[in-house]
């Protein structure tokens, strides 16, 4: 264990935990000491990532939960609260779907899916851990955004959307909650090589080859390059920290340079 214990005796959930920034996040919180409920639909990929952090000495449970039903996220709530031996107190929404399409490409089962999942996966867990969190001395919710949510980008009408509104939603939930100990914000990054981005769907969008849009995307960082896992899930952690109790409703940039904002 390391990162000097920073989150001893905080209880985390991580939604999307299988793959991805959301397995990033979850070692992450874990390394500082958080026990971690790693949370997706699919069991195996959860249960990898749950593994991995017994192993490296910290506490994880793994636990299939649908951010899209109401069921799925109402019958996980006891479940995960007995795991996790308390109240959470740090909600991570991470789980997310991607599609990329030109504007009258994108079906409305597109845009319903990606609301669904996006916007009101977030919603669901909010409301149904929200009101236990308001109570504890020192409480988080981080939603994974995106600088897909700051600004425009071409083939990404839906999705941006969905993005846009998370963003909305940070910041309203956190003019409400401010008075409380509860703190929260977003954290948005650039693209990052994961396998939720379609880089061959998108690159048909932009008529281009996958080679050609990857290196204009890299070019378009100040860094010249994207950003990593390891990156945008430490400012995830750091959010959760004493260090961070005076930041609230912000929507914070990992991108190495893309959006100034």
Not at 80 to 100: H, S
Not at 124 to 152: C, D, V
Request: charged share 20%; glycine share 8%; aromatic share 4%.
């Amino acid at each position: 264990m390391h990162e000097e214990m920073l989150l001893k005796g905080r209880r985390a959930v991580v939604t999307g935990a299988g793959r991805g920034s959301g397995r990033a996040i979850a070692l992450h919180l874990a390394r500082a000491g958080a026990a971690v409920a790693v949370v997706a639909r699919s069991k195996s990929q959860i249960e990898s990532t749950a593994a991995e952090i017994q192993r490296d000495g910290g506490s994880a449970w793994a636990v299939a939960v649908d951010v899209t039903s109401d069921e799925s996220v109402n019958s996980a709530f006891p479940v995960i609260r007995e795991a996790l031996g308390g109240p959470v107190d740090t909600l991570v929404n991470n789980a997310g779907a991607y599609t990329a399409r030109t504007f009258l490409d994108y079906s409305m089962d597109d845009w319903h899916s990606l609301l669904d999942v996006n916007v009101l996966g977030t919603v669901r867990m909010t409301r149904k851990f929200l009101p236990e969190m308001l109570s504890l001395p020192r409480a988080r919710i981080i939603n994974l955004a995106s600088i897909a949510g700051k600004k425009a980008s071409f083939g990404q009408s839906a999705y941006n959307a969905t993005k846009h509104a998370l963003i909305g939603i940070t910041r309203c939930l956190a003019l409400e909650t401010g008075a409380s100990n509860l703190r929260v914000n977003a954290v948005c990054p650039g693209f990052t090589k994961t396998e939720m981005i379609d880089i061959d769907q998108l690159s048909q969008v932009h008529g281009k080859s996958p080679e050609d849009l990857w290196r204009d995307i890299e070019n378009t960082s100040t860094i010249r390059r994207t950003v990593s896992l390891d990156e945008i899930a430490s400012l995830v952690m750091f959010l959760t920290t004493a260090a961070a109790d005076g930041i609230n409703g912000q929507s914070l940039v990992v991108d190495g340079g893309v959006v100034f904002s």
